[in-house]
């Protein structure tokens, strides 16, 4: 099946500092999603993205669907204690099938 | 609030027992999905269902199976569950249509015994 690598695997940063992750693939995607996850929980959308070079903004967080259609990045600007878990990128294509990548697991130390 | 509900949150069941987990929405979204979530890993996309229509993921086992008998309601139906089928199970739906937006359930986590 298809592939996304997320990188990268893990962050540890300081609360205030800006954080950056991207997801890399072999395949061209039509839509490129960004979740976070906390443990013991679903997945919750954080950003959706439809079109080859859009960059979105939700708050403190960008993210930008890659022109090759193979790649997607998240930023986090100004972190704080609650931007902590597990980012995943999720790539669609087909009809409704959806992979997900290997996702980034994030601490903020205060 | 419209919601995605997982029923129950935890289940423990036997080898070989079979067993199903169940997924209600109030969004009134077309689109039923089923994940699979091992730990530590990414969810794996088991099939949807876009209305009644079924769609099966190519690598999916057949000892899993799904039912939608209405808009509101997905079933996940282990047949026979393995040591292996332990995991997380993560019901999520969207609108359809060009609108890729999911929305997931609080997941199940399930133990094989």
């Known amino acids: 099946g298809q592939q996304l690598n997320q990188s990268p695997q893990s962050m540890f940063i300081q609360e205030g500092e800006d954080v950056s992750m991207n997801c890399t693939s072999s395949?061209?995607?039509?839509?490129w999603l960004w979740y976070k996850q906390d443990p013991g929980e679903g997945p919750v959308l954080l950003i959706a993205?439809?079109?080859?070079?859009e960059l979105t903004s939700n708050g403190r967080l960008t993210a930008q669907f890659g022109i090759t259609r193979k790649d997607s990045f998240l930023n986090i600007s100004a972190s704080i204690p609650s931007d902590v878990g597990i980012y995943f990128c999720?790539?669609?294509?087909?009809?409704?099938?959806?992979?997900f990548g290997t996702g980034t697991s994030l601490t903020v130390i205060p | 609030d419209a919601m995605v509900i997982q029923n129950p949150r935890y289940q423990v069941t036997q080898f070989g027992k079979p067993v199903t987990l169940s997924c209600s929405q109030t969004?009134?979204?077309?689109?039923m999905y089923w994940y699979q979530q091992k730990s530590s890993q990414a969810p794996k996309l088991l099939f949807h269902?876009?209305?009644?229509?079924?769609?099966n993921e190519a690598d999916t086992p057949d000892n899993f199976q799904s039912r939608r008998p209405n808009t509101s309601f997905c079933f996940l139906d282990i047949r026979s569950p393995g040591l292996g089928d332990a995991a997380m199970y993560l019901c999520?739906?969207?609108?359809?249509?060009?609108?890729?937006?999911?929305?997931f359930g609080p997941g199940t986590r399930l133990t094989v015994t």
């Open positions: 999520a739906t969207s609108r359809g249509g060009e609108d890729y937006e999911q929305y």
């Open positions: 395949s061209i995607f039509n839509t």
């Open positions: 969004l009134n979204h077309n689109v």
């Open positions: 999720a790539g669609q294509w087909g009809s409704n099938q959806f992979y």
């Open positions: 269902y876009y209305d009644k229509d079924f769609n």
């Open positions: 993205l439809y079109k080859a070079g």
